[in-house]
């Protein structure tokens, strides 16, 4: 158990819907990632938010949004959702701004 | 061309056997993680490293900056090694982001 925490374990949902998906970081933990996993793509980091800042920005659809809040909880918001949004999607976590990172189980979103 | 290859894709090995994964990147980076995931989904952070090697029970770490490789070893490989094995660079350029390999997926059979 890495100390990171996600949910929903599972989501299935509708083309055109918008999901929330939700990660709290390991204690004491300042940084959160979002990941995405699907078949064809391998793992993509998404973005990441430091102490609440958004800090780096990589292949994040503008469909998708997120945020880090006051208790350092993030959110992953996922919206007009097309077949290709079906993945695994991870949050991690680490101390600093740069450093080892530790994973959440993941939820995985299907979009039928 | 992907920044960082892996290889082999897959290996299938007897349970007991020594096992190498290896890992090249072709930028400049600051670490590089190695990670495991299993069947059901989830990903481990098995080692950190920037320099030199690490060890962890069975799992060794190794990685030559200049060269630009890692290795991953497993020694007296147990069919609950069985999983796929990540590695993960934080190129220069990039700072925090990680940089994926397309991963390989190891099956030890006893």
């Known amino acids: 158990d890495s100390g990171v925490t996600q949910t929903p374990k599972h989501l299935i949902t509708a083309t055109g819907q918008r999901v929330t998906l939700r990660c709290s970081p390991r204690?004491?933990?300042?940084?959160v990632y979002w990941y995405q996993q699907s078949l064809d793509q391998g793992l993509q980091f998404l973005i990441q938010?430091?102490?609440?800042?958004?800090?780096a920005k990589g292949n994040i659809l503008e469909r998708f949004s997120a945020q880090q809040f006051p208790d350092l909880h993030s959110e992953l918001n996922l919206s007009s959702l097309e077949l290709g949004d079906s993945a695994l999607y991870f949050c991690?976590?680490?101390?600093?701004?740069?450093?080892?990172?530790?994973f959440g189980p993941g939820t995985r979103l299907t979009v039928t | 061309k992907n920044e960082v290859e892996q290889s082999p894709q897959n290996l299938t090995a007897q349970e007991g056997e020594f096992i190498t994964i290896n890992c090249s990147y072709s930028?400049?980076?600051?670490?590089l993680h190695w990670l495991q995931q299993h069947p059901g989904g989830g990903i481990v952070s098995l080692f950190m490293?920037?320099?030199g090697k690490k060890k962890h029970g069975r799992l060794i770490a190794t990685i030559n900056i200049q060269e630009k490789h890692s290795s991953l070893h497993i020694t007296a490989s147990h069919p609950r090694d069985s999983a796929v094995y990540i590695c993960?660079?934080?190129?220069?350029?990039?700072?925090?982001?990680?940089?994926f390999g397309e991963g390989t997926q190891l099956t030890v059979n006893p």
């Open positions: 991690a976590s680490s101390v600093g701004r740069f450093g080892e990172q530790y």
């Open positions: 204690s004491g933990d300042l940084s």
């Open positions: 938010y430091y102490n609440g800042e958004e800090r």
């Open positions: 930028v400049g980076i600051s670490a």
């Open positions: 490293l920037s320099s």
């Open positions: 993960a660079v934080f190129m220069k350029t990039s700072g925090s982001r990680l940089t």
